[in-house]
């Protein structure tokens, strides 16, 4: 079956139908995310390594992280992910106006979880917790030289190292850096959906665009619930 | 036991002869309509003049750094520039050249016409992926013009991060964006395979070439992505000052090998399987017969490509990895020779009472296979324990891994643009010097890397320029041989483009294949057939004589001459009556 | 060396066990190769267009082959696994009585250390090396069959040691100690090249090593026998240390070479004869030396004055006392140093100016 002459203005012309168009898009979409899960699992599995070599240095470093702004994040980004998908259901149904507040919702949400995270940085370069050599001038290096450590050392425990501290925050920075960097570009799709949602290109039978970047979006979403937990909750039990 | 089949059917006259006015390459003459085309057969084109451009600048690295190598304290060369041509011809020939090569320009011009398409799934991805290619290209380029980089391609750590003085940073960026390029491609191929195909190109039936290009798309998409965040971990540590392979702050640098081979061991198979593929194509069309082990070549194929994914660690043997983890990457490293001695034994059985000519595309086929063999033969004695500590970082491993990707590779690349120089560009080239070419080229490459088997074993190290005087024999046979094998580049890179003046008028299967990027004109119209192809039969159908669409196929070239040039409309023979299929044994 | 090397010398056991395991694969992937290159020659010229009817069989395939063809290299490669993990097994574990070598690579040179502390530059390129280790430019010296382990690290960037003639090599990685054994098995000396790219100099981080007999092993240990081009004696080598008592006790004020010198010059003394004040004579040995360093006046040369102080045991004890009799074992002609202002004398120390001004 060549392409009928009353082809649709959403299809494409190396299709030769809708469902090849959409069956495409979505399969892309699906290898493209198999691409981004290795990406971050070359740097998950890199952590894990240090992890075992270093527990209870990565555990005291993770515990000077400021877990109640993750937590907070984690529920932005939960509930952004909600509303991505009742922008599906709404694009489904030919709901314009639906579809366009669910996704600038997502937006907003997003947007938030990125001006939390800023404010956490700004928070971190204040108390000196870098990779670098200032971390030794931070609070927490001379917590560890007057009290940790020692308080160690009378429990007959090794010491905790300044050094494999910086090389926890080393991770820190560039997994949350890199998600923040994705979660920016998935702000970025969703607004251009939204765009393209007012100029009236998103109908209900081709709807491919939304799920495809939904696919996406909820991506970043998971990722940030496996790095959150590694980063800031194996260390919360030491209190900060 | 033999079964046989006997197949009553009286041949089907072969096609009319058909010559469009617009094809791809006359549809616009103008700059915008070649720079954003999204059509994949002018893609394929413009990766084929940019690859070319980077053989070019890293095969003159590569004249340099054994123009040095002829005298022992160096001939023309101080210690840095030779560090820096050894590495920028690395990083151009692997990045810039062998990775793109047939996926960007034979994947890219013929996955879409094998399968009965009108194009890639995500045309205007393909094109990102060119200039994505290009952008990568310019900052590696960059890297090289305002001084180079001397780290080697393999960049490792803490050499790269803290110690060179070179420019890492432009160099590194080139690489990582080139990536993407790369898993861009690997996507669109995988994806249109999937859900392009035509009514009829069931998987049993698509031709081997796209079986390869299957499993090379699948190693682009998963393995990329880790050498991409190993490299901006790099990048970082660089620019910082301090990451994750610092010893001084508890980290590993044989941590960066493991990530960085993680994807660089599969990317050799990347480089290998495209030219499998093209070298199962070939084999086939001028022995006139079906391909031995259909099923067998089309799951080696997908085995090297899964198993690939276990044995990088075979490069860190004495990197100070336990013995354990040794034991398992060399077992597993023995596994994955299996698949391509299967291969290489198929496709010497398809020439087994076969009907052979020798033009210049099975003539690069052939010795593809010859020294693909001695190639992977001699990675045996790097995947065994034993050996591999001792010829380890030696010359050994440069000629192995020479042996398989330029006598492999290179060769099996040759092979297939002159196997579709026909098809892609509508004019025949010089059947005589294309002949001479590949021979050339065959014993030019012989003589370069032979010798340095011998250095390998007596010890001499890799990125060497001032080494042992009692050396020099081997290394000044080592460059003669290199010096024929440019000449033999030299030879397509002149006649190549004259055929596109002067060459003979090409007709749509010159070559007499069933392949469907045959059934259309040469060279294609726009959107590749003019009606939505059918497929009724497999690939390879040379000994019933019949095309995948059930047509006759036009006479075959004789054994001296090159294709038909200029006798269009030639009906061919009467096929066969009836025929016997032997499965054998 | 040869004008066309073909096979390095096997200079230890594991060169032994890799050669039969590197010829045995040599040998089945040779005829692996020439049987493929057999059938393909045959094929190509038995059944070429010209002698052909351009008609041919539709032949498919074979299970049975595939089969053979699958199992049989697979084998095969799993009989060179096995060797090569054997080997490997003996390559990287070393017995226990095995004698230990401290070696650190830096950008562009090998420093060894022994156990009794020497230690040498075991080659490296010149041009980056301060005075003094170009003056300890050396040899790595290892006695003949018996097994030496070495740890090795790195103080930079990743190296590698590797010994062609041992077969053997190893990575130096920073911030880690790995180890490596070798049991030499031939007398003579080798290349050691640094196997891993490390910058500019890589090509010139070689060095050899230098394998002797267990007696020359020993004296190196003393720092009797340098592995040098120079006469120095090894850098932390006993004769080396005694070298700096010498100076620091002032020996050198009066054990000079100088025409004026108020006591006999020390080069080539050791099992020279001597003649004694008083008649007769001795031959300088160990014990003579220590004697003349304890109790100077028990036996006093003959021609020279009765004037060298004593040295009991709180100024040198004794393990100060073997150096120095090491070192002056260890004195060649020509090579009585000069004075050194860096060695102040101790207070109390017989000096020059005070025993000009006892005998004023």
């Known amino acids: 079956m060549s392409a009928s002459t009353l082809h649709p203005p959403v299809l494409k012309h190396h299709f030769d139908n809708l469902h090849q168009q959409h069956a495409s898009e979505r399969l892309g979409m699906w290898m493209f995310l198999a691409t981004e899960v290795m990406f971050f699992a070359g740097l998950f599995a890199a952590y894990t390594v240090y992890r075992m070599w270093y527990p209870d240095d990565f555990e005291f470093a993770g515990s000077l992280l400021l877990w109640k702004i993750a937590a907070i994040n984690t529920f932005l980004l939960i509930t952004s992910s909600l509303t991505m998908t009742l922008a599906i259901r709404c694009a ?7 579809l366009i507040r669910n996704l600038l919702i997502t937006a907003a949400l997003g947007t938030a979880f990125m001006g939390f995270k800023t404010y956490e940085y700004l928070t971190d370069f204040e108390e000196k917790l870098l990779p670098t050599q200032a971390f030794y001038e931070s609070h927490a290096a001379h917590d560890l030289e007057t009290k940790v450590n020692p308080e160690r050392a009378r429990l007959g425990l090794e010491a905790i ?75 919360a039990g030491m209190g900060h | 036991m033999s079964i046989a089949i006997r197949e009553f059917r009286s041949a089907p006259p072969p096609p009319e002869p058909v010559t469009p006015q617009v094809n791809y390459l006359n549809n616009g003459y103008s700059l915008w309509s070649w720079l954003f085309t999204v059509d994949h057969k002018r893609i394929g084109i413009l990766y084929l003049l940019s690859i070319t451009v980077f053989f070019t600048l890293g095969g003159a690295a590569a004249g340099l750094v054994r123009i040095n190598l002829v005298s022992p304290t160096g001939a023309i060369l101080t210690e840095d520039q030779y560090n820096r041509m050894f590495t920028a011809h690395g990083v151009m020939m692997l990045f810039f050249f062998l990775i793109p090569a047939v996926p960007g320009v034979l994947g890219n011009f013929f996955v879409p016409m094998m399968i009965g398409a009108k194009d890639m799934a995500f045309p205007k991805l393909n094109l990102a992926s060119w200039y994505v290619f290009m952008i990568g290209a310019g900052f590696a380029a960059y890297a090289v013009l305002v001084g180079g980089i001397d780290t080697g391609w393999t960049l490792y750590p803490p050499y790269s991060s803290r110690y060179s003085h070179t420019n890492v940073i432009p160099g590194v960026l080139g690489v990582f964006i080139s990536g993407f390029s790369s898993i861009m491609t690997g996507l669109n191929i995988l994806v249109t395979i999937h859900k392009m195909r035509c009514p009829g190109m069931t998987w049993g039936r698509l031709p081997l070439f796209i079986w390869s290009m299957y499993a090379t798309s699948l190693i682009q998409l998963l393995a990329t992505p880790v050498v991409a965040v190993t490299l901006v971990l790099l990048m970082v540590e660089r620019l910082a000052g301090v990451g994750i392979f610092d010893p001084s702050i508890g980290g590993d640098p044989v941590l960066f090998q493991h990530m960085f081979w993680f994807y660089s061991h599969p990317a ?81 059985s398809t020439l087994y009472r076969g009907s052979i000519t020798f033009q210049a595309p099975m003539l690069f086929s052939l010795a593809f296979v010859v020294l693909f063999t001695i190639g992977g033969l001699t990675g045996l004695f790097l995947a065994t324990l034993g050996t591999d500590i001792h010829l380890h970082d030696t010359y050994f491993v440069v000629a192995h891994f020479h042996f398989v990707m330029v006598g492999g590779m290179v060769l099996a690349y040759m092979a297939g643009i002159h196997f579709w120089w026909p098809k892609m560009t509508g004019r025949m080239y010089s059947d005589w010097w294309s002949r001479i070419a590949a021979s050339i080229i065959f014993v030019g490459f012989f003589l370069t890397f032979v010798p340095q088997f011998v250095l390998g074993y007596n010890g001499m190290p890799r990125r060497y320029p001032n080494y042992p005087q009692a050396f020099q024999v081997y290394n000044v046979l080592s460059t003669a041989g290199a010096s024929i094998l440019g000449l033999g580049y030299l030879l397509p890179a002149i006649y190549l483009p004259l055929s596109l003046f002067f060459g003979d008028k ?34 390879y159908e040379y000994a019933i004589g019949v095309d995948q669409l059930g047509r006759g196929l036009p006479e075959p070239p004789g054994p001296g001459g090159s294709g038909l040039g200029g006798h269009e409309g030639v009906t061919g023979p009467a096929g066969p009556m009836n025929k016997e299929t032997h499965v054998v044994g | 060396m040869e004008a066309f090397p073909l096979i390095p010398e096997r200079a230890s056991e594991l060169a032994v066990r890799f050669e039969w395991l590197f010829w045995y694969i040599t040998a089945v992937t040779s005829i692996a190769g020439l049987g493929v290159y057999g059938a393909m020659a045959y094929f190509c010229v038995k059944y070429r267009r010209g002698s052909t009817t351009g008609s041919t069989p539709r032949i498919l395939g074979s299970h049975r082959l595939e089969l053979i063809w699958t199992i049989t290299p697979l084998i095969i490669f799993l009989t060179f696994y096995v060797w090569g993990a054997l080997v490997y097994d003996h390559a990287v574990h070393p017995p226990e009585d095995a004698e230990e070598i401290f070696i650190v690579g830096k950008q562009w040179m090998w420093k060894a250390q022994y156990r009794t502390g020497h230690r ?68 003579g000396e080798y290349d050691i090249f640094c196997d891993q790219y490390c910058g500019t100099w890589h090509s010139l981080m070689v060095g050899k090593i230098k394998v002797v007999s267990q007696d020359e092993y020993d004296s190196f240990l003393q720092g009797t026998l340098s592995a040098q081009g120079t006469d120095n004696p090894v850098e932390g080598s006993p004769a080396q240390l005694g070298s700096q008592l010498f100076l620091k006790l002032q020996c050198i004020e009066c054990h000079s070479a100088n025409s004026a010198a108020r006591a006999p010059v020390l080069e080539e003394l050791y099992l020279s004869k001597v003649p004694l004040r008083g008649g007769g004579s001795t031959i300088a040995d160990e014990g003579y030396i220590r004697q003349s360093i304890r109790q100077p006046r028990a036996k006093v040369v003959d021609g020279w004055n009765e004037i060298m102080p004593h040295y009991d045991m709180r100024q040198v004890n004794e393990e100060q006392l073997s150096q120095l009799v090491a070192y002056i074992r260890s004195l060649k002609k020509g090579k009585t140093p000069t004075r050194n202002e860096n060695f102040p004398a101790p207070v109390g120390a017989p000096t020059q100016k005070s025993q000009a001004e006892e005998t004023k």
């Open chain 3, 120 to 187: 040498v530059i075991v080659g490296g390129n010149p041009a980056n090396m301060n005075e003094k280790d170009r003056a300890n430019i050396g040899k790595l010296v290892l006695p003949i069959g018996r097994p030496v382990k070495i740890t090795i690290t790195s103080e930079d960037v990743i190296h590698d040691f590797g010994v062609p003639a041992f077969r053997s090599k190893i990575d130096a990685l920073p911030g880690r100690y790995v180890s490596t054994w070798y049991h030499p098995i031939k007398l």
């Open chain 2, 506 to 539: 090409a007709t749509a299967n010159p070559w007499s294949a069933t392949g469907l990027e045959w059934q259309t004109s040469s060279p294609p119209l726009v959107f590749n057939f003019e009606t939505l192809p059918v497929v009724v039969c497999g690939p």
């Open chain 1, 92 to 98: 489904q149904y030919g709901d314009r106006k639906g």
């Open chain 1, 161 to 235: 190292s300044s050094e494999r501290v910086r090389l926890f925050l080393c991770f820190y920075y560039v997994m949350t850096g890199i998600h923040s960097i994705h979660l920016v570009v998935g702000i970025g799709c969703v607004l251009w959906l939204a765009w393209e949602a007012w100029r009236g290109t998103i109908p209900p039978d081709n709807y491919s665009t939304v799920d495809v970047v939904s696919l996406y979006w909820h991506l970043v979403d998971a990722i940030w619930l496996f790095l959150m937990p590694l980063l800031y909750l194996a260390g």
């Open chain 2, 268 to 348: 050799v198979y990347i480089m290998i399987l495209p030219g499998m593929g093209v070298a199962s194509e070939i084999l086939t069309c001028f022995s006139r017969k079906n391909i031995f082990g259909y099923k067998a070549v089309a799951w080696s194929s997908m085995g090297i490509a899964v198993v690939g994914f276990l044995l990088w660690a075979h490069h860190m043997f004495v990197a100070g990895i336990s013995y354990y983890s040794a034991l398992m990457f060399s077992f597993l490293s023995m596994l994955v020779a299996v698949p391509s001695a299967i291969k290489v034994f198929n496709w010497t």
